[in-house]
C-alpha cells in the first residue's frame, strides 16, 4: 500500500512566522503535490513536482513556495504565514508517466495562523 | 472560474437507497475522471474513475456514468450505506504534461441515514 506521511496533522502559528509543512511518501513515486482545502472550494494546488529540485506552480502558488530535495520528501514553505493561509493542507503522491492518474494523499495538517 | 464544478454542496439520502452525486465541467481537453472520498480528518481516498473512451465504469456498488457531450458525470451509489457518509470529490485531468495535474470541485458531503 501506498503510504504518504505528513508531519504534524494540527499546528497553531502567528502571523509573520515561517511555516514548514512536510511530506514524505514510501512508494517511490515521480510526482508529489501540494494542496489546500478549503469549504466550498475543494482542493486547490498550491505547487506540484515530477522530479527531484523541479517545481511548477500549480493555481494558488502565492505566499508559498516548495523544496524537493529528495524524490520521497516534498515540503511546503510559508514564508511568512498569514491568517489568509489557515486551512487544511494535503499532500499527495503519484507515479509518473501513462495514464495513471491516481493520486494518493496524506492524512492532512490542519493549519491555522492567529 | 472553475473548471470542475459540484452544484450540489451536500445530499441526505435513506440507507438502502441509490445516492447519486452530480460533477459536471467546461474543459473540453478533459479526458480522464476520478472520484475521491473523503472522511474528516482524513486524506482523500481513491474511489473510482474513468477515461473519455467509455461512457460507463461499474465497481462493485460504486458506477459513474460520463456524459461527454453534455460535459457531465455522475456517480451512482447502490444501495447507500451509512459508512458512505462522506465528502465526496470529482476530478478531472487532460494528458497535457509529466504531472497529469487534477482540476477538483468542490466536494459534495453525503449523508446515509439509517
Known amino acids: 500500500d501506498v503510504k504518504v506521511t505528513q508531519s504534524s496533522r494540527y499546528l497553531v502559528k502567528r502571523t509573520g512566522e515561517k511555516v514548514f509543512l512536510e511530506c514524505v511518501q514510501d512508494?517511490?513515486?515521480?510526482?508529489m503535490f501540494w494542496y489546500r482545502q478549503d469549504p466550498g472550494l475543494g482542493l486547490r494546488l498550491i505547487y506540484f513536482s515530477y522530479d527531484v529540485k523541479m517545481k511548477e506552480k500549480g493555481d494558488i502558488p502565492e505566499g508559498y513556495s516548495v523544496s524537493r530535495e529528495k524524490k520521497e520528501r516534498f515540503s511546503l514553505i510559508l514564508e511568512s504565514a498569514s491568517t489568509n493561509q489557515t486551512s487544511m493542507y494535503l499532500c499527495?503522491?503519484?507515479?509518473?508517466?501513462?495514464?495513471?492518474?491516481?493520486?494518493?494523499f496524506g492524512p492532512g495538517t490542519r493549519l491555522t495562523v492567529l | 472560474d472553475q473548471q470542475v464544478k459540484q452544484n450540489s454542496p451536500s445530499l441526505s439520502v435513506q440507507e438502502g437507497r441509490i445516492s447519486i452525486l452530480n460533477c459536471d465541467y467546461t474543459n473540453s481537453m478533459f479526458d480522464y475522471f476520478l472520484w475521491y472520498k473523503k472522511y474528516p480528518a482524513e486524506g482523500p481516498t481513491f474511489l473510482i474513475s474513468i477515461s473519455s473512451i467509455k461512457d460507463k465504469n461499474e465497481d462493485g456498488r460504486f458506477t459513474v456514468f460520463l456524459n461527454k457531450s453534455a460535459k457531465h458525470l455522475s456517480l451512482h451509489i447502490v444501495p447507500s450505506q451509512p459508512g458512505d457518509s462522506a465528502v465526496y470529490f470529482c476530478?478531472?485531468?487532460?494528458?497535457?504534461?509529466?504531472?497529469?495535474?487534477?482540476?477538483f470541485g468542490g466536494g459534495t458531503r453525503l449523508m446515509v441515514k439509517p
Open positions: 512508494m517511490d513515486h515521480e510526482n
Open positions: 476530478a478531472a485531468s487532460e494528458n497535457r504534461n509529466a504531472g497529469n495535474m487534477l482540476t
Open positions: 499527495a503522491s503519484s507515479i509518473a508517466g501513462g495514464r495513471t492518474d491516481t493520486q494518493y
